[in-house]
Each structure stands twice: as structure tokens, then as C-alpha cells.
Nanobody, 124 residues
Framework: QVQLVESGGGLVQAGGSLRLSCAAS????????MGWFRQAPGKEREFVAT????????YLVDSVKGRFTISRDNAKNTVYLQMNSLKPEDTAVYYC?????????????????WGQGTQVTVSS
């Protein structure tokens, strides 16, 4: 049974940092590209970042470039999202997702499995 479990969310002041983790029980973790998405109240789920199965390639949405970093540890079956210089507009539920294959993907429909999400709230 595939399971993705996010952790690391919380309440932080603007300018602060958080590190999200996503632990995957998913068979051969290194066969999946991974992504982070977020959804704010009343808005659609939006792409944040993705990383290839090997970790050699990443892609982030423009609004977080220079502030967020995605990484993975295939030995630990875990993907991370380091978030620095957080802004109130980063407030959302953050979801981890996994897709079979090696390349990076930015559309939700490209992913096969999803976690339950972790809340990130940035106060001004």
C-alpha cells in the first residue's frame, strides 16, 4: 500500500523558514519523480516544486525560486522542501505527490499518489 506522509508544517512569521518532509512507503522510491503542491483556501491546487527520480533535476514555480529548495534522499525514501524567506502568500496546505518515471512534472494529473497535506501558515 502506497503511503506519503508529510510533516514539518506549522505557524511561522514572515521572513522565517520551514522544512517540509515527505516520507514515502512506495516500493522503489528511486523510480518516482516527486513533487510539492499547495492549496490555499478558495483557490485551486498549484504546483510548487518537482524533482526527478535521481534528484539530478529540479523545477520550481517562479514565485518561490530563490526562496524554496526541493531535494530528496533516496536512501531514506524522503523528499524535502526547504522554505526560506516565507511570505504570507505562501500560506496553504502543502501536499507531497509521487509519479512513476524519471523526469520532472508540474501538472497534478501527472502524479499517481498524494499525501494528506500539512498546513503552513505565515503571519505578517
Amino acid at each position: 500500500q502506497v503511503q506519503l506522509v508529510e510533516s514539518g508544517g506549522g505557524l511561522v512569521q514572515a521572513g522565517g523558514s520551514l522544512r517540509l518532509s515527505c516520507a514515502a512507503s512506495i516500493g522503489t522510491f528511486s523510480s518516482y519523480y516527486m513533487g510539492w503542491f499547495r492549496q490555499a483556501p478558495g483557490k485551486e491546487r498549484e504546483f510548487v516544486a518537482t524533482i526527478s527520480s535521481s534528484g539530478g533535476r529540479t523545477y520550481l514555480v517562479d514565485s518561490v525560486k530563490g526562496r524554496f529548495t526541493i531535494s530528496r534522499d533516496n536512501a531514506k525514501n524522503t523528499v524535502y522542501l526547504q522554505m526560506n524567506s516565507l511570505k504570507p502568500e505562501d500560506t496553504a496546505v502543502y501536499y507531497c505527490a509521487a509519479g512513476r518515471g524519471s523526469v520532472v512534472r508540474s501538472t497534478p494529473r501527472s502524479y499517481d499518489y498524494w499525501g494528506q497535506g500539512t498546513q503552513v501558515t505565515v503571519s505578517s
